[in-house]
């Protein structure tokens, strides 16, 4: 659900308008609704220990001149023939204090307290919407302008926020449209980017939380109202996961048992529990890692424009017997890398929802790491990224490869070599 490049702008944006503004980053401060109780991993000592740890390091670093920093702002968007759908800003208000809720019960379940996203909300408490109008009617939506469309809200979300004295390109956002059909016509996606982020989501007349309808109508793409909303607003958290600058990953097998990655499949199968389904979806010990350093979950900055000096020295990776392989390596940065986190990618669709994740801790002083993971049991050419996360909210991304022959045997080869930017 990640996706680059688009054409070009078509238009202009009316500005339509919301209420007084202010910004917290407390699930708890919605109204008149409180989100259902979520459940989370019970994750063992050695992956909480090793994310409080890198969240100790990135608070001494904020702490050190950090200043305040936005939260995520929501632009909703109707096509210029359409009203914004009924009850839309108390719908919002609820799923966005639901996908809240949810990052800040994983964030807990890691040991790092109720940690979530800031957002902004009016002076009713209610997540504020800043509304705007596309200079395109509903029908002229279709699958194949679907990226003049999306244009054309980066052009309208660029205006509204003006008007609000946001800058676009310096700020979290996310852009919601209203679903025209089942046939993907509307922009539903997140960029993935260091110094901001923006994703795409979509709002329906029944849009909300509840999970738990599965008889009636078919509303989108066969689903009843229950499914729907769990693949719709599971999809909203997975595109502003996005925008926060995760990457599709799956679980690795042995965290399997705690449903599926958010930022794999898990937009399918949000909060399918409260249905009796036996999957729902979790975050990820390796994503929740990006969050730590992310202005606008700490709600705060250091130096976030500057852009890290980091190199990589005597890295080696050896296959092992038992058909893992050993990554060691040492890192020279001029902002601290707090985290050390490597993609296996097998072969196909590079940065799809198959790639693995694996963590380390780097060294405080010397910057050594070691990472040792089992490889994907896939036979061809991995792309391996390994990502230097540091303290000021950016990421070094480094990439080789790896080969697993038809034998099953592991070729290190190439990636003993160069990696590259």
């Known amino acids: ?52 740890e890198m969240k100790r390091r990135v608070d001494a670093w904020l702490n050190g001149g950090g200043e305040k920093y936005g939260p995520l702002r929501v632009v909703y968007l109707s096509c210029s023939d359409q009203e914004p759908f009924e009850g839309c800003v108390e719908r919002i208000d609820r799923v966005l204090t639901e996908i809240q809720n949810w990052y800040a019960v994983q964030c807990e379940s890691l040991g790092l307290g109720r940690m979530t996203f800031g957002l902004e909300r009016d002076a009713q408490g209610r997540a504020a919407l800043l509304l705007g109008r596309l200079p395109v009617t509903v029908g002229s939506r279709t699958r194949e302008n679907r990226g003049q469309t999306t244009e054309a809200c980066r052009a309208a979300a660029r205006g509204v926020l003006a008007a609000k004295g946001v800058d676009y390109d310096h700020s979290f956002v996310l852009i919601i449209t209203q679903i025209p059909d089942d046939e993907g016509a509307a922009p539903f996606f997140g960029n993935i980017m260091q110094d901001r982020g923006y994703c795409f989501a979509v709002d329906a007349p029944w849009f909300d ?33 996005h925008g926060f600058g995760m990457y599709h990953s799956d679980e690795r097998p042995e965290i399997a048992r705690f449903g599926e990655s958010l930022m794999a499949s898990g937009n ?100 050594t ?45 190439e990636v003993n070599g160069a990696w590259g930017r």
């Open 1 to 52: 659900m990640m996706h680059d490049g688009f054409s070009r702008a078509i238009g202009v944006v009316v500005l339509v308008g919301v209420c007084g503004l202010m910004q917290t980053a407390r699930a708890e401060d919605a109204v008149g609704w409180k989100p259902a109780e979520v459940d989370a991993p019970h994750w063992g000592e050695g992956e909480r220990g090793m994310v409080r």
């Open 209 to 241: 939380v509840d999970y738990t309808t599965t008889t009636g109508p078919r509303v989108w793409k066969g689903k009843p109202v229950g499914p729907a909303n769990s693949a719709l607003i599971g999809g909203m958290a997975h595109e502003i996961g």
């Open 369 to 413: 790491f070691e990472i040792t993971f089992k490889a994907v049991n896939e036979k061809g050419k991995h792309t391996l990224r390994l990502m230097l996360m540091h303290v000021n909210g950016r990421w070094t991304e480094l990439r080789s490869a790896m080969t697993i022959g038809e034998d099953g045997k592991i070729d290190l080869g």
């Open 268 to 367: 399918y199968t949000f909060r399918g529990a409260l249905r009796g389904e036996k999957r729902d979806s979790f975050l990820l010990d390796t994503d929740a890692m990006y969050l730590l350093s992310r202005p606008v979950f700490e709600g705060r900055a250091r130096e976030f424009d500057r852009r890290p000096k980091a190199t990589l020295h005597e890295v080696k990776l050896t296959a092992e017997a038992d058909g893992r392989v050993r990554m060691t390596g040492r890192i020279e940065s001029d902002v601290p890398v707090y985290g050390v986190k490597l993609y296996d990618d097998p072969p196909g669709n590079p940065q799809d929802y198959d790639a693995l994740a694996h963590a380390a801790l780097p060294d405080e002083s010397t910057g």
